[in-house]
């Protein structure tokens, strides 16, 4: 019970028991507003946006033929503008396909599954940005990124998995 209580602390609680529980976190956010799983998106897409800082500017640095200022904005273009139109796309495929299954899966409830997966990897995503930015490429980077890749497979299907329905 206190380990309920806890859970429903608040965002960064939450964060971090979905890479423990991830199916039980997506459950007890299930009743969400578009608005707030908006939200959540583009929390998500802001914290992207800020691990990249570090990799953009030590390419800066490497190279200055592309300004920090440049690289930033290209990403602000790709993270803010785009990629919460890919995340909706995907979103949606996946509640179509869905029908192809015995497990019906709403379109709510895949961008629920979808969206609270990429704020639920924020923390592996900050890791990797401050990682290319200080190390550069290796296999540290390559290391990070696979944790957050990973992660974000078993973040996303558990989800997917707690909210889905038999047909």
Do not use: C, N
Request: hydrophobic share 60%; no cysteine; proline share 7%.
């Amino acid at each position: 019970m206190a380990d309920k209580a806890r859970i429903s602390a608040g965002i960064a609680p939450r964060v971090l028991a979905s890479w423990r529980r991830p199916g039980q976190v997506v459950r007890e956010l299930s009743p969400m507003s578009e608005g707030a799983m908006l939200a959540v998106l583009m929390g998500a897409m802001l914290v992207f946006l800020i691990a990249q800082a570090p990799g953009h500017a030590r390419a800066a640095a490497l190279d200055p033929a592309v300004p920090m200022a440049g690289r930033m904005a290209g990403a602000l273009t790709a993270v803010l503008l785009m990629m919460p139109l890919v995340a909706y796309a995907v979103a949606s495929l996946v509640a179509f396909a869905s029908r192809l299954t015995p497990w019906r899966l709403e379109g709510e409830d895949s961008r629920l599954a979808l969206f609270w997966a990429l704020l639920a990897i924020s923390p592996a995503m900050l890791l990797s940005g401050l990682v290319e930015g200080l190390i550069g490429p290796g296999a540290p980077l390559s290391l990070t990124r696979l944790v957050a890749g990973l992660g974000f497979l078993f973040i996303w299907g558990a989800g997917l998995r707690a909210l889905s329905r038999p047909a």
